[in-house]
C-alpha cells in the first residue's frame, strides 16, 4: 500500500512514465494490488481540483492499459466500467476515462454485457462536438472494439445501437476519424438490422458523397482523397436497401458535378450497382442511360468518357445478369441493350460523322458485358456494317466504315480473350462473330485493295487473327496470301500501309508461322537481288532495304530465324564471292558492300531481339552461322589482291557487324561451349588452325596461311598475349576497327582473369608507360594510341574495382602539362568510366555496383582543385577538358552536390575552341534545368544555381546558336534547347531585361539552313514569347 501511495504521489507531482511501468510491474508481480492503487488515488480522484482529478483517472487509465491481462478479475473489470464511466461527464476526466474504456475492451474477462453498458454510457454521456479530433478517434476505437469482439450482443439491441451511434458520428469531418467510421459503418450496414434505420444510415453516410477532401501539404497520416473514397464506397455499396435513394443521388451529382466529382460518382456506380441489383437496374436503366450518353456522346474529357463507359457496361451486366447463356435470338433482348444498340445503328447510318465514333464506343461497351448482349450487338451491328460498306452510295466512306468494324471486331476479341484468361479451358466457348465471320472477312478483304481502307481493313484482319477459336488455318493462309499482294504492290498509293501489314504479318508468324514460310518469306527473298542496284538506281535499292526491313520484322521466331539465316548467309556469299581475273573489273565496289552490311544487319537486328528475349534457339548457330561468317571473311582476308581487286568482304564495317553477330551468339552460349569456341579461336588466330572455326562456302587456298598477328606465342602466357596484342595495335594495325578489336581483347582478359595479370600490369605501369606514353620524343600520333589502350586497360579494371585501376588513372594526370597530349589525357579521364558494349554484364563481364559513382567521388575533387588553379594555364585547361569528359560519363546522381560549384567550370568550358566539349558542357546543363522542370523548376536546388548564372547563360547560348557564329550543328542545338528551357526553370524577373534581345537574336536562328535547327529555334522562341511574370 506505501508503495502504490509513493508511485502515486510522485507521478502527480512529476508526470514521468516511470512511475506507471513500474506500478504495472508491481501489479503483474503480486506486490502491488490494484485495490491499493485505487485506494491510494482515492483523494484525487474526489478532489475539487479539476487538474488533480483529471491526474488521478489518468494515471488509472495508464496502469490498466500496461498491466497483464489475466490480473483483472471478472469483479474489477465491472467496477473499472463503472468507474470509467462516471466520469464520462465530467468535463475534465472524460479524456482519460476514454482512454480508461479503451484500454479494458481487449481484457479476456470483458464480456458481452460490458459491451452493452458501455455502449450506452457512451451514446448517453459522450458530446462529440466537446471533443477534439484525437479524443473523437479514441471514441470510435472503442466502438470498433466493441463491434469486433462483441458484434453478438450488440446486434440485439441494433436499433438503440444504430441510433446512438448516428448521433455520435453526425458531423464528423476529419479525415483520420471518417476511414475509422466508415469501416464501423459498413460492418453496422452488414451485419446488423437495419430495417427500421436505412434512413438514418443512408443520411450518415450519403452525406459525405462525392469526397472533395484535399490533405494538408505536411499530413502525418498519409490519408489521401482516393482513401476516403474507396472507404465510403464500401460503405454506399454494403447493401441494395440504399439503391433507390442512391441511384437518384448519384444522377443529380453527375447532371452538375465538376468533371472530377462525375468522374468519382461514375467510379461509385460502378460499385453500387451491382449490389443494388438487377430489378433497380432495370427501373432506373432510362434515367441512367439519358446521363451516361451525354457523358460518353458530349464527354468534357476522356476520362470522364472512359469512365462513363464503364458505368454503361457495369449497368448493362448489372440488368442482364439473371439471363442465361442460351439467349441468342433478337426477341430475347429486350430493354435497355436493346433500345441503346438501336439507337446506336441508327447514329452509324451517318459512318462518316463524328457522333459514329462514340456509337461505336457504345456497341465495344456491349462487348464486355454478358453472352447474351455481346452475341445480339454483333447480330445487329455486323450485318449492317457490312451492308453500309457494299453500298454504292457510300462508296467514299469506306474507310470510316471499316474502322468502325474493326472497333467492334477489337472489342470482341478483347471480351474473348479476357474470358479465357479466368477459365480453365483455352478453347473458347462462345465466339460471338462466329457466325459472321465469312462477310467479316470478305468486306476486309476487299478493303485492302483501297488505299483509304487498307489501314483499317489491316487492322481488322489483324483483330480477327488475334480471335481465339474465330479463324481455321486455311483461313489464316488466306489473310496473309491477300496481305503479301499488298506488301508485294509497286503502287505508291499503298505504301503507307506496308508497316500495318507487317505487324500484321509479324502476329501470324507467332501463331502460324508455316503460312509466312510458305508464301510471304519466298516473296520477300524473291525481290533481294543477287547483285546490289547500282548508287543510281534508287528505287530499286530503297526496295531491297524495304525487303530486308520486312524480313527482319516478320523472321524472329525459330523455324523461320533459320530460314532467315541460310538464305541470306548463301546470299551474302555470292555477293561477296571475289572477282575472278578474267571477269572485268568492277570500280565502284560500294554498293556491294552496303548490300553485304545491310545483310549482316538484318541478321544482327533479329539475333540481338532473340537474345533480349532469351529464345532458346540462338546457341546452335555457334555451329551454323559462325563458321560460315569466319569462314567468309577468312577467306576474303587470304585472297585480298590476288585479283587486283579488294574483296567485298574485306571492308571493315562488314566486319564489324559480323563480330556483333558472332558476340551476339557468344551472349547466349553456356560457359562450357564458350570455353571450346574460345580455344579453336585461339588456336586459329595464333596457330594458323583456321579450320576449326571457319567452314562454309569458300574453300580457303592450301598455301594461305593465316597469321593475322604475324607472331607465335602460347595462349596460355596471358602477360604475353596481351603484349603482343598491344603492340600490334600501337604499331602494326592499320586500321581503326582491328585497333578497337584488339583494345577490346585486352580489356575484357583484365577484367575476367585478374588472377593471371599481375605481372602484365606492373609491367605496363613500369616499362609501358615510360616507353610509350611518358617520352615526349615519340611521335605525337602514337602516344595518342597508347592513351587509348591505356584508357581500356584501366576501364577492364575499374569496373570491377580492382584497387590498381586508380595507379593508371593517375598516370593520366601527369600528362595535363603535356603540349602534344594533354588534351587527350584529359578527355581520357572521362572515358575510362563510359559506358561501352564491351564490358557488360551480357558479355560476362565483371561489373561492381556502384563503380562509377566511387571513381567520380575520387577524382572529382582533383579535377575541380586543378581547374582552379590559375598557375599552370595549360594544365588548368586540360582539367577543364577533363571535367567535361567525366560528367559526361558519370551519372548526374554523382556530381549534383557538386554543382554549385561546378556551375562556374562549367561556363568556362563554353569558351573552349573544341565544339565536342562545348556540346557536352551545354548537354550537362539543359539535364540540370530539365531535372529541376521535373521536381519544381523555380524552387529546387539546382533552380537557384541556374538562375544565378541564367543571364550569362542566355548570352553564351544566343552565341552559339547562330549559324554565323557556330558552324557546328550539335552545338547550336544543343544552345537552343537550352535557351527554350531557361524561362520554364527561372523566374521572370531575373531575365526579364533580355526577353528583347533573345527574341530578336532567336529570329536569326529560324534562317538556319538545317531543318531540325530550324525546329528547336522555333520552340526556344516560342518558350520566351510566352515568358511573364
Not at 429486350?334 to 445503328?345: D, H, M, S
Not at 462514340?358 to 457490312?386: D, E, G, N
Not at 582473369?753 to 599481375?758: C, F, L, N, S, V
Not at 567521388?857 to 567525366?886: D, F, M, W, Y
Request: glycine letters at 4%; one cysteine or more; a negative charge.
Amino acid at each position: 500500500m506505501e508503495t502504490a501511495e509513493r508511485l502515486v504521489r510522485t507521478w502527480v507531482a512529476l508526470g514521468g512514465d516511470k512511475e506507471i511501468e513500474v506500478t504495472a510491474a508491481g501489479i503483474a508481480t503480486g506486490e502491488i494490488k490494484l485495490l491499493h492503487v485505487v485506494k491510494a488515488l482515492g483523494d484525487y480522484l474526489t478532489s475539487e481540483e479539476e487538474e488533480l482529478r483529471a491526474k488521478g483517472v489518468e494515471f488509472l487509465a495508464s496502469v490498466v492499459g500496461q498491466c497483464p491481462p489475466d490480473k483483472f478479475s471478472r469483479q474489477a473489470v465491472k467496477v473499472l466500467i463503472q468507474f470509467f464511466t462516471s466520469k464520462l461527464e465530467d468535463t475534465e476526466t472524460i479524456i482519460p476515462a476514454l482512454k480508461g474504456i479503451l484500454n479494458l475492451t481487449p481484457l479476456p474477462s470483458f464480456i458481452s454485457d460490458d459491451a452493452i453498458e458501455i455502449s450506452r454510457n457512451l451514446f448517453a454521456r459522450v458530446k462529440m462536438q466537446a471533443l477534439v479530433q484525437v479524443q473523437r478517434y479514441v471514441v470510435f476505437s472503442i466502438i470498433d472494439w466493441l463491434i469486433a469482439r462483441h458484434r453478438d450482443a450488440l446486434i440485439s439491441i441494433s436499433d438503440e445501437f444504430i441510433t446512438g451511434y448516428a448521433a455520435l458520428a453526425d458531423g464528423e469531418k476529419d479525415p483520420r476519424n471518417l476511414l475509422l467510421a466508415f469501416s464501423i459503418d459498413r460492418v453496422i450496414i452488414i451485419e446488423f438490422d437495419i430495417t427500421n434505420n436505412i434512413e438514418t444510415l443512408f443520411n450518415i453516410t450519403f452525406c459525405y458523397f462525392p469526397i472533395t477532401f484535399r490533405p494538408p501539404p505536411d499530413d502525418p497520416y498519409g490519408i489521401t482523397a482516393d482513401d476516403l473514397k474507396k472507404a465510403l464506397r464500401s460503405c454506399l455499396s454494403a447493401t441494395p436497401a440504399f439503391g433507390a435513394s442512391g441511384v437518384t443521388l448519384f444522377l443529380e451529382k453527375l447532371a452538375a458535378g465538376s468533371p472530377s466529382t462525375k468522374l468519382d460518382v461514375l467510379e461509385t456506380m460502378d460499385v453500387c450497382l451491382p449490389v443494388y441489383g438487377s430489378s433497380l437496374a432495370r427501373i432506373t436503366a432510362r434515367d441512367i442511360w439519358k446521363i451516361l450518353r451525354l457523358e460518353i456522346f458530349q464527354p468534357t474529357n476522356s476520362s470522364t468518357e472512359i469512365a462513363a463507359l464503364k458505368t454503361m457496361r457495369v449497368l448493362i451486366k448489372t440488368i442482364y445478369a439473371d439471363e442465361g447463356e442460351g439467349k441468342d435470338s433478337d426477341e430475347d433482348i429486350a430493354g435497355l441493350a436493346k433500345e441503346a444498340c438501336e439507337e446506336c445503328i441508327q447514329i452509324l447510318r451517318e459512318p462518316e460523322k463524328s457522333q459514329a465514333k462514340f456509337a461505336i464506343k457504345v456497341l465495344c461497351a456491349f462487348m464486355s458485358t454478358t453472352p447474351s448482349v455481346s452475341r445480339y450487338t454483333i447480330s445487329q451491328c455486323v450485318p449492317h456494317l457490312v451492308k453500309l460498306f457494299y453500298n454504292p452510295d457510300e462508296l467514299p466512306n469506306r474507310g470510316p466504315v471499316l474502322s468502325l468494324l474493326t472497333s467492334l471486331i477489337a472489342a470482341a476479341r478483347d471480351s474473348t480473350v479476357k474470358v479465357l484468361s479466368t477459365a480453365d479451358s483455352q478453347a473458347p466457348k462462345d465466339v460471338p462473330l462466329l457466325p459472321f465471320k465469312d462477310e467479316v472477312l470478305g468486306a476486309y478483304t476487299v478493303g485492302l485493295k483501297a488505299p483509304s481502307s487498307a489501314h483499317p481493313a489491316i487492322d481488322g484482319l489483324l483483330a480477327m487473327v488475334t480471335t481465339p477459336g474465330l479463324l481455321e488455318d486455311e483461313e489464316i493462309g488466306f489473310v496473309v496470301q491477300n496481305v503479301n499482294d499488298v506488301l508485294a504492290s509497286d503502287r505508291q498509293d499503298l505504301s503507307d500501309v506496308s508497316d500495318a501489314a507487317l505487324n500484321l504479318l509479324t502476329t501470324i508468324s507467332t501463331l502460324a508461322p508455316i503460312h509466312i514460310s510458305h508464301t510471304t518469306l519466298p516473296l520477300l527473298f524473291s525481290a533481294l537481288p543477287d547483285c546490289a542496284p547500282s548508287r543510281s538506281d534508287i528505287q530499286a535499292r530503297t526496295r531491297l532495304w524495304n525487303t530486308l526491313t520486312s524480313l527482319a520484322r516478320l523472321c524472329a521466331q525459330a523455324d523461320l530465324f533459320e530460314t532467315l539465316v541460310v538464305r541470306l548467309s548463301t546470299k551474302l556469299d555470292l555477293l561477296c564471292s571475289p572477282a575472278d581475273p578474267a571477269d572485268e573489273v568492277v570500280e565502284d565496289s560500294e554498293p556491294a558492300a552496303a548490300y553485304a552490311h545491310a545483310i549482316l544487319t538484318t541478321i544482327a537486328k533479329v539475333l540481338s531481339e532473340k537474345v533480349d528475349r532469351g529464345d532458346v534457339d540462338v546457341p546452335k548457330y555457334i555451329d551454323r552461322l559462325v563458321p560460315r561468317l569466319f569462314n567468309l571473311f577468312v577467306y576474303s582476308a587470304l585472297v585480298a589482291g590476288r585479283s587486283g581487286k579488294e574483296p567485298v568482304a574485306t571492308d571493315t564495317r562488314l566486319v564489324r557487324v559480323a563480330g556483333q553477330i558472332v558476340s551476339l551468339v557468344m551472349q547466349a552460349l553456356p560457359a562450357q561451349k564458350q570455353e571450346s569456341f574460345v580455344t579453336a579461336l585461339m588456336d586459329a588466330y595464333l596457330k594458323g588452325e583456321v579450320a576449326k572455326i571457319a567452314v562454309g562456302y569458300y574453300k580457303i587456298p592450301a598455301d594461305a596461311h593465316f597469321a593475322p598477328f604475324g607472331v607465335r606465342i602460347p595462349v596460355d602466357d596471358q602477360g604475353a598475349f596481351l603484349d603482343m596484342l598491344l603492340q600490334w595495335s600501337i604499331h602494326r594495325s592499320e586500321t581503326s576497327i582491328g585497333k578497337d578489336a584488339a583494345w577490346h581483347i585486352v580489356a575484357a582478359v583484365i577484367n575476367k582473369r585478374e588472377q593471371d595479370i599481375g605481372p602484365f600490369l606492373s609491367t605496363k605501369l613500369e616499362s609501358f608507360w615510360p616507353s610509350e606514353l611518358s617520352d615526349s620524343a615519340i611521335r605525337p600520333e602514337t602516344r595518342q594510341l597508347a592513351i587509348s589502350a591505356w584508357v581500356w586497360i584501366a576501364k577492364g579494371l575499374l569496373v570491377r574495382n580492382h584497387p590498381q585501376a586508380m595507379s593508371f588513372v593517375d598516370r593520366l594526370f601527369t600528362l595535363f602539362d603535356d603540349k602534344d597530349v594533354s588534351w587527350n589525357a584529359a578527355r581520357a579521364i572521362g572515358q575510362v568510366v563510359a559506358s561501352d558494349r564491351i564490358l557488360t554484364k551480357k558479355n560476362r563481364a565483371v561489373i561492381r555496383i556502384l563503380y562509377a559513382q566511387k571513381y567520380a567521388n575520387a577524382v572529382l575533387p582533383r579535377i575541380i582543385a586543378g581547374a582552379k588553379s590559375p598557375e599552370n594555364p595549360r594544365k588548368q585547361t586540360a582539367h577543364l577538358v577533363a571535367l567535361t569528359s567525366l560528367i559526361k560519363s558519370i551519372p548526374t546522381s554523382a556530381y549534383a552536390h557538386e554543382m554549385p560549384t561546378l556551375m562556374p567550370l562549367l561556363l568556362r568550358g563554353l569558351d573552349l575552341s573544341d565544339f565536342e566539349i562545348r556540346a557536352n558542357v551545354i548537354d550537362t546543363l539543359l539535364a540540370a534545368a530539365q531535372a529541376d522542370l521535373e521536381s519544381d523548376a523555380k524552387k529546387s536546388k539546382w533552380g537557384s544555381v541556374v538562375t544565378e548564372h541564367a543571364s550569362s547563360l542566355a548570352t553564351t547560348m544566343l552565341k552559339n546558336s547562330i549559324v554565323s557564329d557556330m558552324p557546328n550543328m550539335r552545338v547550336r542545338i544543343a544552345a537552343l534547347r537550352l535557351l527554350a528551357i531557361l524561362p520554364r526553370v527561372v523566374r521572370y524577373d531575373v531575365l526579364h531585361p533580355q526577353k528583347q534581345v533573345v527574341l530578336r537574336e532567336l529570329g536569326k536562328a529560324l534562317d538556319d539552313p538545317k531543318r531540325v535547327v530550324r525546329k528547336e529555334a522555333v520552340d526556344a522562341r516560342a518558350s520566351w514569347f510566352t515568358y511573364s511574370g
